[in-house]
């Protein structure tokens, strides 16, 4: 049986992957917010490193009241409106949906999960570089990899269909059995490079480059392997060299958080780094250099 | 016996003080750095909350060599300069002679007494809000007091009749016995506020009222004060507590290090912060949140 896919948020992670199963056939529903007209009347554009492609025709929805009940939902928005997901899911979940969060930071599945205990929910991170550049118009840069795991649910046999279905759409995907590590091991990159570009006002090439922002990544990063380890996760000894030299032969980009400042947005401050220090200091582990970022960054959220 | 004054570096602070030692009628010699020719033309003025006053003929130099030995000598200059020191003070010093630094941060008087171990040295904080805001034109807008206290050397005799020349001038004089004391509670303002007015681009009430960026800097005169009481130096519970009333209460204020990156001149990151951390280690203390500031610190000073 082909799966039905709702997309929650098509912006750029959204935008590319809900596009990739669409182009490849499947059956995909994307809830748009300020996009809707538009798209409804000129299509979704994909510009990709791995080929461009338009859609003129694709089932968008201004409102997810509007949605058919879907077997999978994509969670594609930004965590500084998870406030929102109930709402938002209620709608569309039937009782063997999997929900999907393909999300930054920490403690997002918690949340949902105590929001709407009967869901199955699945935690996912994106290896990925792709913005938003115009309304209806994503331009995917670099990589494109999805790793994905269970936070709670029967889900395993879903989670493996999804996962072929975005293998045909050429999408790499890993399933992995240890969402807590795959989360933390995501933040020992997230945690320096989003909050310094915006308090540094730098480029990630720039903070890897120079010795003492180098040096002050590097001492975040191990602090963020330490919280992760006192949390449980397994976090291999090289892994702060192996993302200091993936960073280091990237092209010069400004991570999500830095787009969204830029863009007057809101900053995925909870989740990104309040969520962390707080489950860390849980478990005994006091994160203090990434808090000097975390306020930093609060200030800047008020004070620009 | 009427003592001798040089003043090492007449800015904000060796402007202020020398000038009001010379109003005073003491004999006072002051090195200038790029003011002397404008300074020997039309003297010094002095706009100060407690009254204006103009010398038009001081004993100006332009170079330590022509300047005479002098009883006292108060070095004035930013520590980004004491690589200089040496050089500076060996024409002027005899054998009895007192060196004063006027200055902020750590580890500055072993330095000099390293450098030169027949000098009797002593270490002071000025509580002031004074800068040089044109050639020869010194803006002392609030405040004033100046602490000493000795490093080593038989100065105490001097000292005393330093002080008793500074309140004839007008100046608020305190001896202190514990200039290690002296040294850590003069950070525990000056690391959150130097650095931080310079990383987050904001003034001191900024910072101080905003409720991120005031436990921000709560969090860090609390690790200065940790630190301080791991190398020794006596600070009571309720000094971070007053430390911030203190700046509720001052008027919005940009401290030295904010005024020197703005005026593209060198910060003092050595003495104020690289130092206070090395020696915090030494004494099994590691200063996590201060040294993110540092590192930050020197980015900026190498890609604003």
Known sequence: MALSYAIIGTGGIGGYYGGCLAKSGKDVHFLFHTDYEFVK???????????????QQIQAYGNSNEMPQCDVVLVCMKTTNNHLLKDLLSPIVHKNTVVVLIQNGLGIEKQLSDEMPNVSVVGATAFICTTKIAPGHIHHAEYG?????????ECESIMQQVAEDFVEAG??????DDLNSIRWKKLVWNIPYNG?????NAATNDLTFNPDSRQLVIDL???VVAAGKA????????????????TEKMTPYSPSMRVDYDAH?????QAMYTNPIQIAAQHGFAMKKTEVVE???????QNR
């Not at 310094?196 to 540094?200: F, K, R």
């Not at 306020?295 to 959220?301: D, G, I």
């Open 265 to 269: 947005r809101p900053m995925e401050i």
């Open 231 to 246: 949390c449980g996760a397994k976090i291999s000894d090289t892994f702060v060299s192996k993302m200091i030299e993936m």
């Open 171 to 176: 999408v790499e995907v890993h399933i992995g």
């Open 41 to 55: 009347q000129n299509g979704l554009q994909v510009d990709s490193v791995r080929g461009d492609f338009h859609l």
């Open 221 to 223: 990063m191990e602090e």
């Open 295 to 301: 306020k930093q960054l609060r200030f800047l959220a």
């Open 196 to 200: 310094l570009t915006v308090v540094m």
């Open 145 to 153: 990899s999805l790793t994905m795991a269970k936070y709670c649910g």
